[in-house]
């Protein structure tokens, strides 16, 4: 009895101790538990925020593309209506120049009737003067009708030379329609890294072009290159060439056709 009643104070001491060690242990893995806990759930915010930007950029980027896509079918048709016209007035000015040769053949021709009628009447002249007549009315026809053949060949010429012109004009607005100015400048807009594709910050009002190309740059440093696909008003949407990345594009960095 007295051996139990001395050991009995020390298992209690060190139920006790061990309760506070187990305790303080519980403490401390609960503590960390309620720390992953937390860092899960902002994890979870930041991936459903993430989620959700992505989701609103995706929105805008098939925005942005539906309306490129529309606007490049509106350009495409316009370039087409300039190239029936183009192609009406090539004809037109062909045509032209066909009545040209022919008025020129017409004159040739005018003037050797003419020479021959000249040779002939001055035969005639001289055989009329040594009877003492004189008549000029034949030489006179002619000389009107060669007159007036020039006169005609001279407006067929005025009107080809319009046509040249206007088809001049023409062929520099199928180029400004179909060709991207050098030196043009932007910069990354966006970028889709899943998809392969950027977002440009110029479009139509900087005359950009589908199929035009460009560098991109961060601190003087190429980065690689891409080509349009689609252009809208102000923005365009270009897709990565892999045999020019030497970097992958941010936004904000450099573009230059």
Excluded at 41 to 62: G, H, I
Excluded at 94 to 109: I, S
Aim: net charge negative.
């Amino acid at each position: 009895m007295n051996k139990l009643s001395k050991i009995a104070p020390i298992i209690v001491i060190l139920a006790c101790a061990g309760s506070l060690f187990f305790t303080y242990k519980l403490s401390v893995i609960k503590k960390d538990l309620n720390d992953q806990v937390a860092a899960l759930t902002s994890d979870k915010a930041r991936l459903e925020s993430d989620l959700a930007s992505t989701k609103r950029d995706l929105a805008s980027t098939k925005q942005t593309l539906q309306t490129t896509q529309a606007e490049l079918a509106t350009t495409t048709t316009n370039l087409a209506a300039r190239e029936a016209e183009l192609a009406a007035k090539t004809q037109e000015a062909d045509q032209l120049k066909t009545q040209v040769a022919e008025k020129d053949k017409e004159l040739e021709k005018t003037k050797v009737e003419l020479a021959a009628a000249q040779d002939a009447m001055k035969k005639i002249q001289d055989s009329l003067q040594a009877a003492g007549i004189t008549d000029v009315g034949s030489i006179e026809q002619l000389r009107d009708k060669i007159i007036a053949q020039a006169d005609e060949n001279k407006v067929l010429g005025q009107q080809l030379q319009s046509m040249r012109t206007e088809n001049e004009s023409l062929q520099d607005q199928i180029k400004e329609l179909t060709t991207t100015p050098v030196n043009v400048r932007g910069k990354v807009a966006a970028v889709d890294d899943r998809w392969g594709f950027l977002v440009l910050d110029v479009g139509h009002d900087q005359r950009v072009r589908t199929d035009a190309q460009f560098l991109v740059y961060r601190d003087s440093k190429l980065v690689g290159k891409v080509q349009v696909v689609s252009v809208g008003e102000n923005t365009c949407i270009a897709e990565l060439l892999p045999d020019y990345q030497r970097g992958s594009p941010r936004v904000g960095d450099l573009v230059i056709h």
